[in-house]
């Protein structure tokens, strides 16, 4: 054995002896909150022109539809009632509003390990959406989503350490009754996972009882106003510039029950928002200011997320691209929006048009979901197992989305440029004393683990290491995976007490 | 049919009309040499410390190996040979040696209308590589690769718009003699396309015969030096800090045969560079410097790359990681190393580990791709077609990678904000005046073709229109589309006479 092949082994036992240890959280490479900001698709001119215009539009246009209770409550504030029902912002009453508004929120967990503080470039990557169906890749096929298959998400989201957040990415298809869909989703989200949920309450008469659940399971309604661990979701406009009528009313109630409020503009370009990605990135922030006044006239500095949602249409059918470049550059654009608002936000990435999880599916969500990061997107919706453009939820694509989601913030994690980093001695050292190569370096072996993130599926065998092992099927490893997670227990079940409470007032479709 | 419906169809029937047109390359959305650059993974301290740390390893520990024309070159331009046999570079050298460097390089293509122009931001993908294997899809297999497989590579790119140009992705294992190898690599790549091709010469004594090819096929030396269409990858070095001695010699013929060079430093963070992102990009920043004054100083301006190409171990078992994030923020920050330089840049990028063209490949291949885009690389080297790590070459991966490339350059091309993007006036008319949505106006209906681009491959049905389609494969239609593509005559194919002088002068080992 030659020097260096010895040199070479003995680094390799070291390393794998380094490797068997277990992470802890702090020197991990990757984390919730790491800080973006490096990619700016936006000039600081454009920036200025695109809050200019939202400005105008808000003050020009304004919105139809707003509630009688949501009319009273902006006018208060200082909006203006046109004759033709449009309620209009003056450029002073939202800038007097952006002082008053939350620019640190918390988003808790029901685990405290696993909050999000929304504020700079800090980013975080999670589920949303409301797919209709269940992409079952076993049987090449999809079917309609249940409550079952949510809960099911939310088991398999609380092992996945690079996704930081549940919103509920599937709407109960077998449950019938609104109100009964509504609990359940929250029931079944929070028996699976402890870490931040997102829901979206459909009616204002739902909230009542939502709000008697939530209490329950945080151990009353103090407990829950002091560490809110579920938002909601609030499609308060209808695009272009139309306030959503009962969307509103149910935002009222979020906000007078200590309930954090995801301001969630959905435009689509090129049918609901101009086609002109400039121009749907200007109707997306003028709903959202108006969102925002909304929200801090009735409670100043509620938490809030600016939620500037537009989506792409393919121009052709006019049907939504969510894996399109285009969505990509929106999605960025508007985290960058958020920054120069100060304002936390969130936005949609990661969203597949491909309908399984294929190399499509690949390439459509690493796009947007390493650009999302990159901009410093606080929260980065839909970023993981969403195909078929929203319609579609993978379990499968949830858990290699894992191993994406790892590389993503491992590049918005970015570049340490220091002394010590730039290597001058070890390089030194290596070519005029040392083996000529860095395999063994001290360095070498403590960057291992700090410095660079390792998949947990992924595949970086040789050729035929692969073959040796029987050429692995991604897909294959990952339903191995969902059954290995699904056959565990949860680690979020609600403790017996509070579970009969709820089983005893409400109708629970999950099983006890 | 209600009014908004009967509005809709009008919209789509228009767009449909449309979209029958072919698109102008004038018109196209994305097209080769757009500018990137808003992603800036280092700060301009961090440029600067890089830039520095360089000059000082180049002054100070020097570089081991150069063949003896190459010392005569070094000093006789300044450098210092010392007693250990390495040559050093003072830092007043460098600089003199970077005034007189080319800052734009043009690449031709054997067709005008495939020239790449290497200067600022302007960003190139293309394929590049020295694969061993062909993956085989069909059979799920890894295979010898042969040099048919190579002439097949070469006239798919060509049909590629998205792949601008053929640096040769896979060496011709069928060819023993490595004379014979080079020369068949010529000829099976010039033979299936007329973009710019790049090439890597095995041996100093080849390039006598090389270059009697090169004119035989450019029509005479003048016509060939007029418009170089043949560059040369030199992997000038052994990192760390070490000159290759014979790829030296190759780069002193190709410079004086007028062949543009791309100088090559392809050393592994934590095997062959420092394992910090920050010190393997010091390493490949000083051993490309050195390539920069010993191609200068032999040849002021002479067009030539700047070939950082740092390359990522996966650290726990010391084998090559193409696909990680750490590979594509060392990729970007290299971008951005050459504009701080002023020097035409090339690096890698789109590099899987997956060794299929599965999820895991699109994702990895995504990442890095769209960074290096973003942070404006000149050329994006591997971005297409590359599996297990640089090993195997996939032809159907090469087509489905095309699709991807189109969605990076989408994101390359960025936002445009004019008065005219921003939509103030679109928004007012379809909210106070219009049909509340964006279908069918005129502006939507003008951006259809030139804003948004398309997947050739890519699916976008919903899950309804994909099952009543057969639920398409991605992987069938593109090993449908490398039929097709392949059962057609080559575009490139050489001209009969010079054909049967080449065949003539040199064995050949593609049938006539």
Redesign the interface.
């Known amino acids: 054995m030659s020097d260096i092949q010895s040199r ?1 082994s003995g ?2 036992a070291a ?2 002896a380094l ?1 068997a240890a277990p992470l802890t959280d702090a020197i991990r490479p990757v984390r919730a909150g790491m800080e973006g900001g ?6 600081q ?2 920036e200025k ?2 809050y200019q ?1 939202a400005l ?2 808000m003050e ?2 304004g919105f ?1 539809d707003a509630p009688p209770s949501g009319v009273k409550i902006l006018t208060d504030a200082g909006a203006i009632l046109g004759e ?1 029902g449009r309620i209009r912002f003056p450029r002073a009453l939202v800038e007097d509003m952006l002082a008053k508004a939350n620019r640190s929120v918390t988003l808790h967990g029901r685990d405290p390990k696993h909050d999000m503080i929304l504020s700079g470039n800090r980013v975080h990557y999670g589920t949303a959406g409301a797919a209709v ?1 269940l992409v079952d890749v076993e049987n ?1 096929d ?1 079917r309609e989503c249940t409550v079952q298959d949510l809960y099911d998400a939310a088991r398999i989201v609380d092992r996945l350490d690079n996704v930081h957040f549940l919103q509920r990415p599937m709407v109960c298809r077998d449950i019938a009754d609104n109100f009964e869909m509504d609990l359940n989703t929250i029931y079944a989200c929070c028996s699976g996972t402890t870490k931040h949920i997102g829901t979206s309450f459909t009616e204002p008469s739902f909230m009542k009882g939502a709000f008697e659940m939530i209490y329950e399971i945080a151990g009353g309604e103090a407990a829950y106003r002091d560490r809110p661990f579920i938002s909601n979701s609030n499609c308060f406009v209808v695009p ?3 306030f959503a009528t009962e969307s509103c009313q149910v935002m009222e109630h979020c906000v007078r029950g200590g309930m954090p409020v995801l301001l969630l503009s959905a435009g689509q ?11 749907a ?3 997306a922030v003028a709903e959202c200011l108006a969102g925002m006044v909304y929200v801090n006239a009735m409670a100043p500095g509620h938490p809030t997320i600016f939620g500037t949602w537009p989506f ?1 249409s ?6 939504m ?1 969510g ?4 969505q ?2 929106l999605t960025a ?1 508007c985290a960058q929006m958020h920054h120069f608002l100060g304002l936390p936000g969130g936005a949609a990435a990661g969203i597949a ?3 399984m ?11 947007s979901n ?2 999302a990061g ?1 901009a410093g997107l606080n929260m980065v919706y839909e970023s993981v197992g969403m195909h ?2 929203l ?2 939820f993978c379990l499968e ?1 949830l858990i ?1 989305g894992d ?2 989601l ?6 918005v994690r ?5 002394e ?5 001695d ?3 050292s ?3 004393e040392g083996p ?4 063994g ?1 001290a ?2 072996l403590s ?2 683990q700090t ?5 947990a ?7 035929k290491e ?2 040796e092992l029987g ?1 692995p ?3 294959q490893k990952a339903i191995k995976r969902k059954n290995e997670i699904l056959a565990e227990p949860s680690n979020a079940r609600l403790d017996p007490q509070t579970d009969a409470a709820i089983r005893k007032a409400f109708r629970i479709h999950l099983p006890a």
Request: glycine content about 10%; aromatic content about 6%; hydrophobic content about 40%.
């Open positions: 070479r680094g390799r390393r794998q490797r490096t990619f700016k698709p936006l000039s001119a454009a022109r695109i215009a105008d539009a020009q246009i139809a033709d169906h090449n999809y272009p510039m139309k370009a090129g049918a609901t928002a101009p086609a002109p990605i400039a121009g990135i200007v109707q792409v393919d121009l052709r059918t006019g049907a691209s894996g399109s470049g285009e990509a550059l654009a048009d491909a309908k999880p294929d190399m499509q599916a690949g390439y459509e969500q690493a796009h390493v650009m990159l078929a453009s319609l579609g694509s290699i191993d994406l790892g590389q993503s913030l491992r590049c970015g570049i340490e440029v220091t010590d980093t730039v290597s001058l070890v390089i030194r290596v070519c005029l000529g190569h860095y395999l370096s360095q070498t960057l291992m410095e660079y993130i390792y998949p599926l992924g595949d970086r065998s040789s050729p692969w073959a050429k099927d991604l897909i």
